[in-house]
């Protein structure tokens, strides 16, 4: 039986690998209930009473890169010093996708779902994230877009004046998801320059704050992008 509740949970300012470690444990709660049910249900005996549980997490992190699976190390542009100087901290990573960065102004969201729960499409999963920014975006008047052949949200997709407003990358074992897309509101774009965003070096970076010319109220944006998610998929949130 399908099971669209979603645990909702706002973890605020945490420390990247404090929130990295809080994903794994949940991440490997669902992936082992997954297998209580499948060995039930091979021995033939009653499953009924087990459902896997699915999460939808924001935070902020203090400033961090991140570098994913297919990454190249040297796309981080910063020395240990540099590091240092800039107060930021390095983790290669178990998700998809290159270096991104990470920091405080910024929505990270990191859905752990059992995707049986839901639809076994990764390719969807992604399209649909995207969707939930691109619909908050158009409610603060900003016009959000798809690239081809990138995965995130865009503005001026089309043209030489490409930026990218969202960054995504996930893990995906036996259909349940972790990590998951960061969305700069407030987010302070020069530290983008310490790296080559997402392996791309040449296009630009940018928030809602420079696009619309003033800070933004990210509580407000996390509640639209909380309910458009939460429609796209068809969830119920707790």
């Known amino acids: ?42 021995a033939g005996e009653d499953s009924e009473t087990l459902s896997t549980k699915n999460y939808l997490v924001f935070c902020e992190h203090p400033h ?8 190249k190390p040297d796309h981080l542009l910063l020395d240990e010093q540099g590091l240092k100087d800039k107060q930021a901290v390095y983790y ?4 998809g996708g290159d270096i991104t960065y990470h920091g405080p102004g910024q929505i990270v969201s990191y859905p752990i779902l059992d995707l049986d729960n839901f639809f076994t499409d990764i390719h969807l999963y992604l399209r649909t994230l995207e969707e939930a920014v691109i619909l908050t975006m158009a409610e603060f008047g900003l016009k959000g877009e798809r690239y081809p ?33 960061a969305f700069n509101v407030n987010t302070s774009l020069d530290y983008f320059k310490n790296i ?15 696009e619309l010319g003033s800070v933004v109220d ?21």
């Open 1 to 42: 039986m399908k099971n669209k509740q979603v645990i909702f949970e706002d973890w605020g300012l945490i420390d990247y690998k404090e929130a990295w470690d809080k994903q794994e444990a949940l991440f490997a709660d669902t992936v082992n209930t997954k297998m209580a049910i499948r060995n039930l249900q091979v």
């Open 149 to 181: 052949g990138y995965t995130g949200v865009w503005l001026d997709a089309d043209n030489d004046k490409a930026r990218k407003i969202c960054a995504m990358g996930v893990r995906c074992s036996r259909w349940v998801t972790m990590h998951g897309l």
């Open 64 to 71: 961090v890169y991140t570098l994913g699976k297919s990454g």
């Open 218 to 238: 990210i509580n407000k944006v996390k509640e639209i992008l909380k309910q458009h998610i939460s429609v796209l998929f068809g969830m119920e949130i707790l």
């Open 92 to 95: 290669p990573i178990n998700r």
């Open 196 to 210: 080559v965003p997402c392996g791309i070096d040449d296009k630009d970076v940018t928030s809602m704050q420079r």
